[in-house]
């Protein structure tokens, strides 16, 4: 099964790494996509699904983390 951003780019690629060192473990997720990136006027990703009522949490909780680095 692809996600989304698999099947609208023409371009596939999946890159999955994990990464124990001194007591962490990381997780990076990378993953083609077509270009195109929606913001609210606020400069907020926001989803590209029809009912963005009930989508877009993830790209909520990767802002929250993104800012804490």
Do not use: C, W
């Amino acid at each position: 099964m692809q996600g989304e951003a698999l099947q609208k780019s023409d371009e596939k690629h999946l890159d999955i790494r994990l990464k124990y060192e001194r007591g962490i473990l990381y997780l990076s997720i990378y993953n083609s996509f077509d270009g195109v990136v929606y913001k609210s006027s606020n400069s907020k990703f926001k989803t590209r699904k029809r009912d963005d009522v009930k989508h877009g949490y993830g790209l909520q909780s990767v802002e929250r983390v993104v800012k804490k680095i």
